[in-house]
């Protein structure tokens, strides 16, 4: 699986943006795909997650209401929406992939630890402005 994020940029807090996260070489139908973000000099942190077989999502509790995942299957593209955009949310934007078969249960230290992620895009920068 390749995965190559996008749709980062410079916006003005306050604004939104849409991220998109493309995926190839493999059908996204049993995983789980997360965007994880990394700020300067900290830690990469888990961002949100839907789970691919049956469209559930997940969320940073802090980011919940703002940003918003979805999946668009026919074209393999990930997107995350992201609202009232702060400087806080300044990052490089990661999306990554793991397997996720139907019949496992919901692991939430899975969903949001980045060890537990088998592929990697490259990252898209999102700068916010005030």
């Known amino acids: 699986v390749q995965l190559q994020a996008s749709g980062g940029g410079l916006v003005q807090a306050g604004e939104s943006l849409t991220l998109s996260c493309t995926a190839s070489?493999?059908?996204?139908?049993?995983?789980?795909m997360s965007w994880f973000r990394q700020a300067p000099g900290k830690e990469r942190e888990w961002v949100s997650c839907?789970?691919?077989?049956?469209?559930?999502?997940f969320y940073s509790v802090p980011l919940k209401g703002r940003f918003t995942i979805s999946r668009d299957s026919a074209t393999n593209e990930v997107y995350l929406q992201m609202n009232s955009l702060r400087l806080e949310d300044t990052a490089v934007y990661y999306c990554?992939?793991?397997?996720?078969?139907?019949?496992?249960?919901?692991?939430?230290?899975?969903?949001?630890?980045?060890?537990?992620?088998?592929?990697w895009g490259q990252g898209t920068l999102v700068t916010v402005s005030s």
């Open positions: 070489g493999h059908t996204l139908d049993y995983y789980a």
């Open positions: 990554a992939a793991r397997p996720w078969p139907a019949d496992a249960p919901v692991d939430h230290r899975l969903i949001i630890s980045p060890g537990a992620y088998d592929y």
């Open positions: 839907i789970r691919t077989s049956d469209e559930s999502t």
